[in-house]
């Protein structure tokens, strides 16, 4: 069975520039989250989608958005980059998020670097 | 709020010897309760999970913890550390109440394992 999958592994871009994260999760798991790992941060949760709809936010400005595609997928756009932007931002996907505090499986991450 | 602290940010341990990393949560409630780890370059990999009922809960690669409410801890322990267990160690905790599905994290424990 295939893990949950994030495109593209490494991404670089410069201040004020755009970025999309993807994340394919474990067949038949319907629910998607996004975390970021920064440098003496830690582990942040940012968003959490389930059935197509966002259903809970992290304490992050409104330039961290994303979305739920109806085969489950999601993309994570951070627009006008900050240098602080820079960290492995990890997906994870779980059974439906109804039954709430399923486990989380989590994918390789995207390394995003702002220069 | 709820929360879990991570005592050692870092655990140096010879190969063969015991291994203990020590999780403490904060919940006036039962929390649902997990290990992951990290190795070098990857995402998280679930170790395994407190939900309800047996306290001592086995997990993968020879990893157990033991849910004791007493102490509120959540410790993670091997009885032999084999050079490959070195890695990056994380107690998470799934808030109990609320609409939300996310995991809050300590700050993790790097694990070092001596020939």
């Known amino acids: 069975e295939a893990g949950v999958t994030q495109s593209p592994t490494h991404l670089i871009k410069t201040r004020g520039q755009q970025a999309t994260l993807r994340c394919s999760p474990i067949s038949g798991h319907t629910s998607v989250y996004w975390y970021q790992q920064a440098l003496g941060l830690g582990l942040q949760f940012l968003l959490w989608y389930d059935e197509g709809e966002e259903r809970n936010r992290g304490n992050f400005p409104p330039r961290f958005s994303g979305r739920q595609f109806p085969n489950y997928s999601s993309e994570l756009n951070v627009n006008a980059l900050e240098l602080e932007d820079s960290a492995l931002y990890l997906c994870?996907?779980?059974?439906?998020?109804?039954?709430?505090?399923?486990?989380?499986?989590f994918g390789d991450g995207t390394r995003l670097s702002i220069l | 709020a709820q929360s879990v602290t991570q005592l050692g940010s870092h655990v140096s341990v010879s190969e063969g010897a015991l291994v203990l990393l020590r999780c403490n949560y904060s919940s006036s409630v039962p929390p649902y309760l997990f290990w992951y780890v990290q190795y070098p370059n990857q995402g998280l990999q679930l170790l395994l999970k407190?939900?309800?009922?047996?306290?001592l809960v086995k997990g993968i690669n020879g990893f157990e913890a033991e849910f004791k409410k007493s102490e509120t801890s959540f410790h993670l322990t091997k009885p032999s550390a084999h050079m490959s267990d070195a890695a990056e160690y994380f107690c998470?905790?799934?808030?109990?109440?609320?609409?939300?599905?996310?995991?809050?994290f300590g700050t993790g424990t790097l694990l070092a394992v001596q020939p």
């Open positions: 994870a996907s779980s059974l439906t998020g109804a039954q709430l505090r399923q486990p989380q499986h």
């Open positions: 407190y939900t309800t009922g047996a306290t």
């Open positions: 998470a905790v799934s808030p109990y109440g609320g609409a939300t599905n996310k995991l809050i």
